[in-house]
Every structure is written in structure tokens, then in C-alpha cells.
């Protein structure tokens, strides 16, 4: 049996499984008492990288089928600063598994969209799960969390998604909130005035937010870095996703 | 042509209905079934819906047997000549109308399980249908609801017609009609506390606390809730209607036989020569119910009916501009079916996402569940007001017109109820569309088909809900003016055995009955949707065991059990049916028997005010509530997973055994007491303690 290598960011962990990414999805979401229900994202490693930081021969000598013949669903490797251990050029796709256990994968793209102008709301994933809003777009946003700090907070890699604001990126005051699920309002309106009328290009909006989000909400896709690369990924539209993975779009809808 | 001369054209009505009922359900068995797939998951549904139904008759013919022994017994015995030879046998009166009442609950029998059973064959081959086209899926949904709608009016007017025409007696008649709503109130509250019992386990645990989609396979509750539909929105709605039909049509043959001895034939009649053109005007109305591919369901199921109403205010006006029947009635009868209408689009109005009463609900839902329960509530208040106003005008106005006519005022009440429900073989077909194509996208997910194909069920599933909404407002108003010609003909039955009614509010024994009847419709909603409560607890419990105890079932590489889910559902609803079912059959007994006459006519007022109020009510607080939800899934105020989706999923689940459950329930349930007790008058007239 094959065994694949995953980069588990919900929690962060890097995982050796002898499941292909769709069951791997549906296991890690549904199929196990551990976790028997929730999100799940994760990239699939290039097993062929290497890292010292991991026990990684370790691992696959401890991948081995069960006695009755039933693939090995997960042997942990790590579940401490994985993320930045892991040369993002090693990444291969990235799976978003819904709560009920669809997964979908998304591929990486060589474009990085430009910031369009207004302001920006992003969920940082890994390895820390702040809701921001910035004035920057996401490249900038990235390269002042990785590597050019303002202040002394600063991370080695990151994955983050840019969320959507609607009239709000624009007009925080009376821009309508224009059916986003968004708790507290009132407060991400005042947030983002602050950003847009202060001296200060980011503000936290929720220190501990949970990175468990509507996929609907995400505007254009991930992104995932660290001090030498940037890779993206993004999301296809809710048309092409209706059209062709409705399932996992109807799950997702939920 | 003479009046018994129309009874032999009501049998060909009926018999005519009854034909192309069957031809259509051997046109709808022709169809395509579909992929190996589809046809596993059909035979799922069928399979269930078989196993409720094998239950629910076996207990209801059991039932029908003991109660049939009960009124061939009691009906043996004349008691009006205990005065002065005493009491005299005869046993031909007690098994003829002990007959009536048997046959009157196995035509209800038979219409249901039709309905049914082309229903669970209709659904796959709507969801096959859909594959290729929006205008087949249509097609094949509308005339499998057909089927149910025309064997339900056809086997009424056949059973009334001959009835009368064998017996000569509007009383046997009235046996019938009991036969008939004591089935209809057994299949109804029973098919509504077993569809929400696994509707609620279903979302409960599917969607809430797993998160998987609404007819997800996965899901071991999912093929209990689909054939919940059927038993509920199809057998169930199918019975209620055939009871209010009948009862309708009895309650005016019961007044028509109090008129002087010259005019009774002419009048007890007439009902059943309206029933026949609604009939006719059915079978010409469906003819016009088509829709083009790129057309609308919605409005193609609104033209059928409102030609259907145009033909039979039609035919009307030729029966009486050839003095077949008075000016007087022709009136009363057009007030009702076009008062129906009107009623039935005003509940519309309350309970479609078009309009300000769900768009707000789904609004404050933002504000928590706590909220979107108030602002429902209220509006279901508010959305009595336009039924009970159109009732008061139908009443007021029929009274009127037959009075104008020298007839009683009261008869032309009873003549506006029988137009209303005159048109119920299109009303039926219309709604028993409805869970047929809601069933048809259930097996398009279950049986994984394509996002054109959901979406399609989707366009056909949401015209199925406007049908709904209307049908339920449209019985709901039938119902209460039924009852008001009921309650008036009891008055004449009691009075025909030499007891005048005096219910006046100076009396205590009547505020007694007025307050005891006021009491059973929200005591019997209590009772059902407790029941709804235990059993679904029962059944979550069920689901989350397989859930837990099978965790292949969600990854998808085990199959759920979805038998126990389905025998759990069928046991829970029969088992609760007990205490509901003394309630409607024996509770007016005993107020008649021990608190009198005059008590159980106030008692009558009491349950009728309240029923009706009740189930307008519930009908469309629940209606609204659930599409509030499916307003904020569209993407609205947050949409799927947000907080005021949260809010408002608490509303819909609240609303489940509101508008599902114990609603459409009540209006069987005033019926069934009413007609129990015209059915006893003549003995509680001679028996009372009090």
C-alpha cells in the first residue's frame, strides 16, 4: 500500500497514513472516535522530503497495514512547530475537508492575486488562529508576519485565508454586513474604521478565533509561507464548485 | 332531470374519477424507474412505507371492527319509543349503519393507501424523470398526485350516492362519514407523529450534531423521514380531506333531512349534486395544470386550480339558471370556494419567503432562537385573523342568501363548507404533488445523481410547499365551517327527538361543555406532540448508537441500519395514538352522556373555536418558521452555519410538530367530535345524567 505523507493544519500536525487524500479527508473529519466530527485542512507532503527536525523512517516503519489487512489511517510524526519545518515547495495539494467528511482539492497557482484596494480580513490557521484586519493586501500582510515585523510579534511560516468583507471593505461604518456570518459585528466595524482611520495597518479582531470557517467565506484562497516562499492556493468560484463538485459545495453549504 | 336521477350521475362522477385515477396510476407505473440505484433506494421508502403501513391498518381495521361491533350493538336498540312501548329491537338499523361506518373507514382506507402506494413508486420515477426534463418530472409528480386526489373524491361521492340511494337516510350516510374521520384522525395524527418524529432525529443528529447534509444516505434516520413524508403529507392529508369532504356534504344532507317532508329529498341531495360537478370541474381542471421546460410548477398548480373553480362556479350558475337549484345556493356555494381561495392564498402570504412575515423571522434570527420563537409565534397569531374574517364572511353572507331564499340560513352555511371542498380532487392533487417531489430529490441525493437534476427537484419541490401552505389554510376554513353546518345539524337531531338545545352562557352546565371543549384541541396537540418529543428522543438516541457504535457508517464504507430507524417511528406513532384517539371518539360521549345535551353543544362551540384557532395557528407559524430557515440557507443573514441560521434551525425544529403533527390533526379532530356526537344525539337525548 501506498503511504502518503499530510500536513495537517487543523490541528498542526504532520501525519504518515497509508489512506489516499479523499479517504485520509473522510477519516480525519468522521472516521475516528479521536475526532469524530469537524474541518479539516491539510496538504499532502512530497514524500520524498526530508528533514532532520522529523523522525520521519521512524514513522513509516510503524506504517504498516493492520492484522486484519486494513490500512493504517495515521501515525503521528509531530504536533509541535511542524509548519515551519516544511519547505513550502514541498507541498503538494491542499484538502479542505467539510464537517461530514467530503474533501476537496485545491491546487497551487503560480499567480498571486493582487491586492484590490479596501480593506482586508484575514484568518491566520497555522500555527497560530488570530482573526486580523489589515489594510494590506495578502502578499504584504505575509511579509509583515514573516518577515518584516513592526512589532514584536512574528511567526517563521504561516498559512492564512483571506476572508470576505463586502460593502464593509470599503465602507466599515455603514457598509452593509450583507448576510456574512460574522459574530460580533459591531465590533469587526469598529476594528476596521480603527485600521482605516488610525495610524496601524493590522488589528487583531479575535485573539483565539476558531480556524474552523464557512469555506464560503474565503474571498480568493490560502496562502501558505515562510522566509523564502510564498505559494498560493486558490479557491474556485461557488459557480464552478456548484457545477462540478456539488457535493462537497452542498456539504461546505451547510 | 329529477333529483334521484343526479344521485346516479354522482355514482358516474365517482366511478369515472375513480377510473382515471387507476389509469393514471398504471400510466405513472410505466414510467421509467431508473438506475439500479435510484431503484435500491426506492425500494428502501417502499419497503418502510410498507411496513408503517401493514402496522397502521392492522390496527385501525381492528379498531374499525370493535367500534363497527359497538354501533351495530347500540344502533339495534330504538330508543325513541322508550316513552311509550319502551325500547324496541331492531337489529337491521344497528348493522346497517355499523356497515356504513365500516365501509365509510375503508374507502378512507383505500383512498390513503393509493396515495401511497403511487406516491412510492412516483418518487423514483420523478427523480428519473428529472434527469431528462423539468416538464416530465412535472408531469409524472402532478398525475401520481392525481391519482390520490381523484380516488379520494371518486370512492366519496360513489360511497355517499350509493349509500343514500340504498338506505334513503341521511343518518346512514352520517355513518359513513364517522367511519371515515375516526380512519382519517388515526392516519393523520399518526402519520404526523411518525414524519416528525423522524424528521427531527434526522436533523437532530444529521444535521446539528454531525453536520451532514439533509438526505444524506449516511444518515440511518433518513429513510424513516422520507417515508414520513409519504405517510404524513400523502396518506394522512389524503384521509383529512376525505373526511372534511364528506363530513361537509353529510352535515348538509343531515339538515336538508330536518326540512319539512315535501323539500327533504330535493335538499338532502343537493350536497352531493355539488360534490358531482366538483368532481367533473376536477377532471377538466387537471387537464389545464402543465408546464412548459423553462416554466414555472408554482403557478402552473395555481392556474389549474383556479380554472378548476371557475368551471364548477360555472356549471353552478347553468344548475341554477335551470332552477336545479336556488339562486340562494348557488351563491352560498360560490361565497365558499371562492372564500377558500382567498384563504388558501392569504395562509400563502404567511408562509412564503416572498413576503415581510418570513423575511422578518429569518431577520431577527440574528438575535437568537429566543427571538426568531416570538416573532413566529406572533405572526401565526396575526396570520389567523384573514382566515377567520373570511369565514365570518362566507358565514355571514351564505347565511344571508339562503335565508333570502326562504331557506335556512344555517343550510346555506353547511352549502358554502360543501363548495369549498366541492374542488378537492384538484386541491389533493395539487398537494399531494408536494411530498412527492420532495421524496424525488431525496432519492436524487441519495442515489447521488447530478446537481442539475437536485436542481430541477428543487424548482419542482419548492412550488410543492406554496401547495402545501394553500391546502393546509384551504381544509383548515372547510373544516370549521363543516363543523359550524355540524353543530347545527346535531342541534336538529337532538331537536328531532324532542330536546330543544338551549345553549345559553347563563347556563352552567353549558359553560362546563364550552369550557371542557375549549380545553380538548390544545390538550390533544399537547398529546401528540409529546409524543413527537418521546419518540424522536427514542430515535436520536438510536442514531447517534449507530453512529457511534458503526463509525464506517459516516466515513462511508458501512451501511446504517435504517430499519430499526423506520420500525422505531411506526411503533412510537401507533403506540401514542391511544389517549388522542378517547379524546375525539369517547370524550364527547361522556360529556353527553353524564353533563346532557346542552353541555355537549356548548362543548361542541368550545372545541371548534379553539380547534380552528389552534390549527391556523400551528399550520402557519410552522410553516413560516421552516421557511424562515430555508431563507437564511439561501445565503441570507448569514447563511448556513451562522448564528441566526442556529436561531432559526431552533424555530423550524419547534415548528416541525406545529404545522406537521398537531395542526393538520385538529381539524379531524373537531370533525370527529362533531360527528360523534350528531352520530349519538338520538341516544344522549333519551341517556343523561344531567
New interface residues.
Partial sequence: METHFYLSLLPEALIVSMLNPE?FG??YA????KK??GQAMFFEVDPNYQNSYFHLDEALKRCVPHEDGRPKSSIYVSVYRVLEHIDPSALLDLYLT????RTLALKSSEIIPDGDEGLHLYQEIAPVTPLVVSRLDPLSFYDLIVNNPTSLISVPAITFAELQLGELASDPEMGLLN?????NPDHLRQCLSDVKTKFVSTKMVDRTHSPVI?Y?TIKNGFFVGNQEKLRYYPMPSAETL??EN??WF??A?? | MDYQTWLYVGIAGGIISIAVAVYLYFWVMRQDPGSERTQQVGSWIRSGANTYLKRLYTSLATLALILGIIIALIFSFNFETIGTTGVTIEPGSGVIMAACFIIGALCSAVAGYMGMRVAVEANVRTATAAQKSLQQAFRLSFYAGAVLGLAMVGLAVLGMSIIFILTGEAHAVLGFSFGASTLALLAKAGGGIYTKTADIAADLVGKVEIGIPEDDPRNPAVVADNVGDNVGDVAGMGADIFDSYVASAVAVMLLGASFSTGMQYKYTVIPLILCTLGTFASLLGIQFVKVKESGKPGPALNRGTIITCIIFVGALLVLSLLKVIEPGIFWSAAVGIVTGVIIGFTSDYFTNDQYKPVKETARVSTSGSAVTIITGFSYGLISIVPSIIGVVVATLISYSVALGDGLPGIYGIGVAAVGMLSISGMIVSADAYGPIVDNARGIAEMAGMGQEVIERSDVLDSAGNTAKAITKGFSISAAALTVLALFAAYAEVVKANGIDLNISLREPIVIAGVLLGAMTPPLFSALLMLSVTHNAFDMIEEIRRQFHEKPGILAGTEDPDYDRCVGLAARGALSSLLLPAFLAVGLPLVIGFVLGPDALGGFLGGAIFTGVIFALLMANAGGLWDNAKKYIETGKFGGPGSDAHKAAVVGDTVGDPFKDTAGPSLNTLITVMSLVSSLFAPIIAVFHLF
Fill in positions: 479517504e473522510s477519516y468522521v472516521g475516528s472516535s469524530s466530527r467539510t464537517q461530514d467528511g448576510n456574512l456570518p460574522y459574530s464557512p464560503r456548484r457545477a456539488y457535493r452542498r456539504s453549504s451547510m
